[in-house]
Structure formats: C-alpha cells, structure tokens
C-alpha cells in the first residue's frame, strides 16, 4: 500500500482486515496486526473486531486471549458489538 502513495493507518488496516476475512485469508488478518504493531499504528474498535472474528475462524484461542488482554485497558472505548463479539 505504501508503494501505490496510499497512507497506511487504522481505517485503511481494517478494511483489509474485513476483505481477508471474508475472503477466508484470516492468517492474514494476524500478520497485518503484527505489522500494524510494529509501525505504531494504532487498533481501533473495527480492527479489534476483525482481528477476534479471524482468532474465531482459526480457532485460535490462545491468540484471542492475547488479543483480550491487549484490548484490555481500552475496553471503555470498545464497542458493545465487539464485547458482543466476544462473549
């Protein structure tokens, strides 16, 4: 994305998020949190969303019990459809 001049922030990570998900590439979904991790760019509630629809499509529970505890100290400014999400 960065090559094509488009800026690389949250909203344009969650959309891709949303397009690997439903395209059944949730692997991805992780591989982009990880690089989003390492730019600083910052998760937002749609990222925090697709990121625990992907650790359920994988059947990765321990990746989503990291992903709890990340989103921990932000839970105030999550979603009631994500915390939905998670129960």
């Known amino acids: 994305m960065e090559a094509n001049n488009i800026q690389v922030d949250s909203i344009a990570c ?16 992780l591989i982009l949190a990880e690089i989003m991790k390492e730019k600083g760019i910052p998760f937002n509630d749609a990222n925090f969303f ?10 990765d529970w321990r990746k989503a ?6 989103m ?16």
């Not at 969650?14 to 979904?29: D, T, Y």
């Open 14 to 29: 969650s959309a891709l998020m949303k397009a690997f998900n439903r395209g059944n590439q949730a692997s991805n979904v």
């Open 50 to 59: 697709e990121m625990l629809s992907a650790c359920s499509i994988l059947q």
């Open 65 to 70: 019990t990291d992903l709890i505890n990340l």
């Open 72 to 87: 921990e100290p932000s839970f105030h400014l999550v979603s009631l459809g994500t915390i939905n999400h998670l129960l």
